[in-house]
T-cell receptor, first 115, second 107 residues
Framework: QVQLQESGPGLVKPSETLSLNCSVSGDSISGYWSWIRQPAGKRLEWIGRVDTSGRTDYNPSLRSRLTMSVDTSRNQFSLRLTSATAADTAVYYCARGSGSRPFDYWGQGILITVS | DIQMTQSPSSLSASVGDRVTISCRPSQNIRSYLTWYQHKPGSAPKLLISAASSLQSGVPTRFSGSGSGTDFTLTISSLQPEDFATYYC?????????FGPGTKVDIK
């Protein structure tokens, strides 16, 4: 059974960098992995995807501030979002899948507050 | 970006009811449509991909249909564990986008 677990600071100060990790168990980290977020009361928003070759695709709305990477040796992937603002406050999910193919496994989500 | 709309935004139904949820993208996405179920505090669950392909382990009371700009998720006989929010997502083009969700609660 594939399991994903997000980790990171629950609170980020405005203008600082939001950094999250996603640890994957039950599967080798191959293929595409994605980040998705949901601000309170709003719809899910696809942030971007990374594959184990390092290829990335980002949501254009976040591209200038976003970096995703994969660490195959630790079976985890990560997200860095610079210049955080209150608008980045959301529950962040990591998920297996490219988006072109469905997100078939998700983490439980982690609430990140920018304040 | 492809805009996704869903209707209704919420509905109240009883156990045993037939429930239908509509999803409409702003442009033709052929059959590149996925449905997810989300319960508070839990990870979203993949139900249906490619508009109508039921995922392994998902009860057969769930079904999906449609193509182009008109899609439907149907729950043939609502069960207590089905009370949740349902989202559609287009996988036709980047950036992938989700609908606003349809919350199904108990009448």
């Amino acid at each position: 059974q594939v399991q994903l677990q997000e980790s990171g600071p629950g609170l980020v100060k405005p203008s600082e960098t939001l950094s999250l990790n996603c640890s994957v168990s039950g599967d080798s980290i191959s293929g595409y992995w994605s980040w998705i977020r949901q601000p309170a009361g709003k719809r899910l928003e696809w942030i971007g995807r990374v594959d184990t070759s390092g290829r990335t695709d980002y949501n254009p709305s976040l591209r200038s501030r976003l970096t995703m990477s994969v660490d195959t040796s630790r079976n985890q992937f990560s997200l860095r979002l610079t210049s955080a603002t209150a608008a980045d406050t959301a529950v962040y999910y990591c998920a297996r899948g490219s988006g072109s193919r469905p997100f078939d496994y998700w983490g439980q989500g982690i609430l990140i507050t920018v304040s | 970006d492809i805009q996704m709309t869903q209707s209704p935004s919420s509905l109240s139904a009883s156990v045993g009811d037939r429930v239908t949820i509509s999803c409409r993208p702003s442009q033709n996405i052929r059959s590149y449509l996925t449905w997810y179920q989300h319960k508070p505090g839990s990870a979203p669950k993949l139900l249906i991909s490619a508009a109508s392909s039921l995922q392994s382990g998902v009860p057969t009371r769930f079904s999906g249909s449609g193509s182009g700009t008109d899609f439907t998720l149907t729950i043939s006989s609502l069960q207590p564990e089905d009370f949740a929010t349902y989202y559609c997502q287009q996988s036709f083009s980047l950036p992938f986008t989700f609908g606003p969700g349809t919350k199904v609660d108990i009448k």
